[in-house]
């Protein structure tokens, strides 16, 4: 959990950078979170479809499956949650038990963080051109 807290306090506070180094505000940006940083920033990465990737996509749904349980004191009720429980199949380093009960694999942690350090990686080759003009 508190892997995707400091991604989005880091990109909130990206988004402060840029909004201290242009004129666009980030207050005009549509949503909240991780969709409001991401609306933001899509303005100054060079690929316009950066957040449209599946690497984005595992970055969301690690986030909305962390909310999910947060806001349900961690308990996770798939039957109101179709999308979630349909993600949650495929996903090989997450297993729901008869339960409904999540269970993560040894490689979870490796699976996020990899992926976090991927995105971090690729979203700064994104931005470092921006800097230069």
Do not use: P
Not at 14 to 42: I, P, Q, R, S, V
Not at 121 to 133: D, N, T
């Amino acid at each position: 959990m508190t892997c995707f807290f400091s991604l989005e306090n880091f990109l909130h506070e990206l988004c402060f950078y840029f909004e201290k180094k242009t004129e666009y505000e980030l207050k005009k940006a549509k949503d909240k979170g991780l969709k409001k940083y991401t609306n933001y920033l899509k303005q100054f990465v060079l690929d316009k479809n950066f957040f449209g990737t599946e690497l984005w996509e595992r970055i969301t749904f690690f986030n909305d499956l962390i909310n999910t349980l947060a806001h349900a004191d961690g308990r996770l009720d798939l039957s109101s949650n179709k999308d979630l429980a349909d993600k949650l199949e495929k996903k090989e380093n997450i297993l729901v038990t008869d339960r409904n009960e999540i269970r993560l694999t040894e490689n979870f942690l490796e699976e996020v963080t990899s992926t976090l350090h991927t995105f971090l990686f690729l979203l700064y080759k994104q931005l470092e051109s921006y800097g230069k003009r």
